[in-house]
Nanobody, 124 residues
């Protein structure tokens, strides 16, 4: 079972990036996929989650209205479209799969598998 996060990079404030989380070894259809982010020296914060089975979607208040999470079942992939990026969005972004339960969660301990992280830097 593996999750591969990609799509990070350097972008100017106000710009956009699209992160992808590709799964191998299992099918995402029945589970929940979350995105978290972490700034060095700080705790990992929950960003968004999609329950692929139910279609329910949730966002942290800090990204609501700017980020959009979606799933592509044919590609076994979840994406995070990030628009209106701000310097405070700079972090390593991780995707994670919650397989014990198909419902979304906001806490790290609820997730069973993690991708390796992709760095997003928002700077002029």
């Amino acid at each position: 079972v593996q999750l591969q996060a990609s799509g990070g990079g350097l972008v100017q404030p106000g710009g956009s990036l699209r992160l992808s989380c590709a799964a191998s070894g299992f099918t995402l259809n029945y589970y929940a996929i979350g995105w978290f982010r972490q700034v060095p020296g700080k705790e990992r914060d929950w960003v968004s989650c999609i329950s692929i089975r139910s279609g329910a979607i949730f966002y942290a208040d800090s990204v609501k209205g700017r980020f959009t999470i979606s799933s592509d079942n044919a590609k076994n992939m979840v994406s995070l479209q990030m628009n209106g990026l701000k310097p405070e969005d700079t972090a390593v972004y991780y995707c994670a799969a919650k397989v014990i339960s198909p419902w979304c969660g906001e806490y790290e301990y609820e997730y069973d598998y993690w991708g390796q992280g992709t760095l997003v830097t928002v700077s002029s």
